[in-house]
C-alpha cells in the first residue's frame, strides 16, 4: 500500500465522510473512492460501508485502522525529525491563547509535539484588551485570535477553531429568563468597553451597532475575562461572549444566553511577518493537516 493511499484510509477513516476526506487532502472525490476501491480488492473484503447517508468502518475496516495508524504516525514522526534536524528546528515556540480556548486545540498541539519532539511548545496567555501586543514584543511566536486580524505587520494564518457566542448576563437581569437572546437584544443594554484595541477587530464581537442599526452601548472599560464577570454579576454590563465558556467557566451571578443570530467566531493563527520560523510553519502545516473544528 502507498504512503499516500494510507493516508487517505486513515482520513476516511476519521472523517467518515468522502467530501470531507478530499478537501482535507486537497485531492478529488474520485481520487479517494479509487484509493478505497483498490484496497478493498487488494485485501477481499470491504473496509466501509457505504450508504446514500453514511460511512461507517466495518470490522475489517477498524482493525486496519488501528494497525496501520501506529505505523503510519512513526514514518511522519521519523520524517519530520529528520526535516526538523535539517532545517535546526530545534529551541521554544510560544503559542498565545486566550484561556481555556487552548484546551480545544489539543490535537492540534499533540500532533506538532509528536511531529517535533525537540521543540518545546510553551502556551502564553493572551487577553482581549492586547491581542497583538505579544507578537509585537516579542513575548509570543504565534497567537490563535478571531478572525478578523488586518494588522499589516501580521499575518493569518489557517482557520482553527470555530464556535457560537453567548450572551453574558446578571442572574437579576431582565434578559435572564429568556432561553436565547438575539443581537438585537444588545440594544439599550451597557455592553463592556475593551479599550483601546483595533475597532474592526473587536466590532466582529462586539458591533457598535444592532442588525437594524440600533446603536449598542459601550460601559465600563474592562481588560481581563475576570473583570469582565465580576461586572456582569454586579449589573454594571451585559457581555458577549464565545460559546467555549459554557465548558470552562461558571460564576456566581452570571448566566450565559445563547445569541441565536450571532455569526460564528472563527478562530485563526496569526504570527508576526516578518518574525516567521520553521518552526512556526511547521505548527501551521500541523494545523492544515488537522483541519478546522467546529466547538
Not at 476519521?14 to 487532502?25: D, K, Q, S
Not at 432561553?179 to 484595541?197: F, H, M, N, R, Y
Not at 475597532?199 to 481588560?223: D, K, N, V
Request: charged share 25%.
Amino acid at each position: 500500500m502507498e504512503l499516500r493511499d494510507i493516508e487517505i484510509f486513515l482520513t476516511l477513516a476519521e472523517e467518515l465522510h468522502f467530501g470531507r476526506t478530499a478537501e482535507r487532502l486537497h485531492v478529488s472525490q474520485a481520487r479517494v473512492s479509487q484509493a478505497v476501491k483498490v484496497q478493498e480488492r487488494r485485501i477481499g473484503a470491504r473496509l466501509f460501508q457505504r450508504t446514500t447517508r453514511a460511512v461507517a468502518l466495518t470490522p475489517i475496516g477498524e482493525r486496519l485502522r488501528d494497525d496501520l495508524r501506529v505505523g503510519y504516525d512513526a514514518i511522519q514522526a521519523g520524517l519530520a525529525r529528520a526535516s526538523a534536524a535539517a532545517q535546526g528546528m530545534t529551541g521554544i515556540l510560544r503559542l498565545g491563547v486566550m484561556g481555556a480556548v487552548g484546551h480545544e486545540i489539543r490535537d492540534l498541539i499533540d500532533l506538532f509535539q509528536r511531529r517535533h519532539p525537540d521543540c518545546d511548545l510553551q502556551i502564553r496567555e493572551v487577553h482581549f484588551s492586547d491581542p497583538f501586543g505579544s507578537l509585537r514584543t516579542d513575548q509570543a511566536d504565534l497567537v490563535l485570535l478571531w478572525r478578523p486580524v488586518r494588522e499589516p505587520d501580521l499575518t493569518q494564518g489557517p482557520d482553527v477553531l470555530s464556535e457560537g457566542r453567548v450572551l453574558a448576563v446578571a442572574t437579576h437581569h431582565p434578559l435572564a429568563e429568556r432561553k436565547t437572546v438575539s443581537l438585537e437584544d444588545l440594544a439599550g443594554q451597557i455592553c463592556l468597553d475593551p479599550g483601546p484595541v483595533s475597532e474592526y477587530w473587536m466590532e466582529a464581537m462586539l458591533p457598535a451597532h444592532t442588525p437594524s442599526g440600533r446603536p449598542i452601548q459601550r460601559g465600563p472599560r474592562l481588560h481581563t475575562f475576570h473583570e469582565i464577570l465580576t461586572h456582569v454579576a454586579a449589573g454594571k454590563c451585559v457581555a458577549p461572549l464565545n460559546a467555549h465558556v459554557l465548558r470552562y467557566y461558571t460564576h456566581p451571578g452570571v448566566v450565559y444566553l445563547p445569541i441565536h443570530d450571532a455569526p460564528p467566531t472563527e478562530w485563526a493563527l496569526v504570527w508576526k511577518t516578518t518574525g516567521e520560523t520553521a518552526a512556526i510553519r511547521a505548527f501551521v502545516q500541523a494545523a492544515h493537516d488537522t483541519g478546522p473544528r467546529h466547538i
